[in-house]
């Protein structure tokens, strides 16, 4: 078993969720909201924050893929595409984790071809020192340095998602 020590504690993630939502909610004045979730990092995060929204949330999910065994390929391949139209409506694409910023820009150009009313992008992790894109997220839960991280749905080859905090790997 790897060695995972705690970066951000469950608490302190509960917390910045409860804030977050408020600034959504502040943002968005009881008007509906399309989430949406980057398969599968971010069902976790999608799910606990649209579960402290009070406004209708509509979910989509979209799936990309850029990474074989913990490494970038470089390239963003299309899983798996949205199933209704999003033309018109306020979506908010959420994000576990923003570090080069390839998947990102290659989603929001992609969902602005759709026609959207607004869109915003939500990440629960930002990872600027690794950034080679220029994209900023508009709700960021955490900036966190260069470390492999797991937990809150983000994996290390698919495993430790489900642990309800986020941790890094010590080598």
């Known amino acids: 078993m790897k060695n995972i020590k705690i970066l951000i504690d469950e608490q302190t993630?509960?917390?910045r969720l409860d804030e977050l939502a408020e600034e959504i909610m502040k943002d968005y004045p009881k008007k509906d909201i399309v989430f949406l979730c980057i398969l599968k990092g971010s069902v976790v995060f999608t799910v606990e924050l649209?579960?402290?929204?009070?406004?209708?949330?509509?979910f989509e999910f979209i799936e990309v893929s850029s990474y074989e065994k913990n490494q970038s390929t470089g390239k963003i391949k299309l899983n798996k595409d949205i199933s209704q139209s999003i033309q018109g409506k306020d979506v908010i694409i959420i994000e576990d984790i923003v570090d080069s910023g390839r998947t990102i820009t290659f989603l929001k150009e992609y969902i602005l071809q759709k026609n959207p009313n607004s869109l915003k992008i939500c990440s629960l992790l930002d990872k600027p020192s690794k950034r080679i894109f220029e994209i900023k997220a508009d709700y960021i839960g955490f900036t966190i340095e260069d470390k492999f991280v797991v937990g809150y749905g983000l994996d290390d080859e698919q495993n430790l998602r489900n642990l309800n905090y986020i941790g890094y790997i010590e080598e």
């Not at 649209?50 to 509509?58: E, L, P, T, V």
């Open 13 to 15: 993630i509960n917390q």
């Open 50 to 58: 649209a579960k402290r929204i009070k406004n209708n949330i509509q």
